[in-house]
């Protein structure tokens, strides 16, 4: 599983979300620097959907997914069926986790992630945060 030259960006899983939801000093640092770089950070649907729990709770995460360069890219039905492919080729059967692994793959992303275990089962190659 090869992976692109890597980029600035960063793609968070829903760990560093939480992370930030609970003003997090490391994950600010990690995402600063991002943009400092010149560098996106991407956040799935799905991975606010893990992290989002509404209204006054969520206050801080949802500032942080308005700001400039935060990037919630949407999908539909190819990238569903490369996601459902590489679960079966590598036996990992958390769809989000897999999703975030190849998202970060495909563009050259670091995976932000307070579980590298769960990304690395996916793809030893990503570059990893672990936060």
Do not use: K, N
């Not at 006054?56 to 999908?75: D, I, N």
């Amino acid at each position: 599983m090869g992976s692109p030259t890597h980029s600035e960006g960063l793609t968070l899983d829903a760990g560093a979300l939480i992370g930030i939801d609970r003003g997090s000093e490391s994950v600010r640092v990690i995402v600063e620097r991002c943009f400092a770089r010149g560098g996106e950070v991407h956040v799935l649907p799905e991975v606010i959907a893990q992290a989002w729990r509404g209204g006054a709770r969520s206050a801080r995460l949802g500032q942080f997914l308005a700001a400039p360069g935060v990037v919630t890219p949407l999908y539909g039905q190819p990238s569903a069926r490369r996601v459902g492919g590489l679960s079966g080729a590598c036996g990992h059967t958390d769809v989000i986790d897999v999703h975030v692994a190849l998202h970060a793959r495909e563009r050259g992303h670091r995976v932000v992630t307070s579980d590298p275990d769960d990304i690395r089962a996916v793809d030893p190659t990503l570059p990893i945060i672990t936060i």
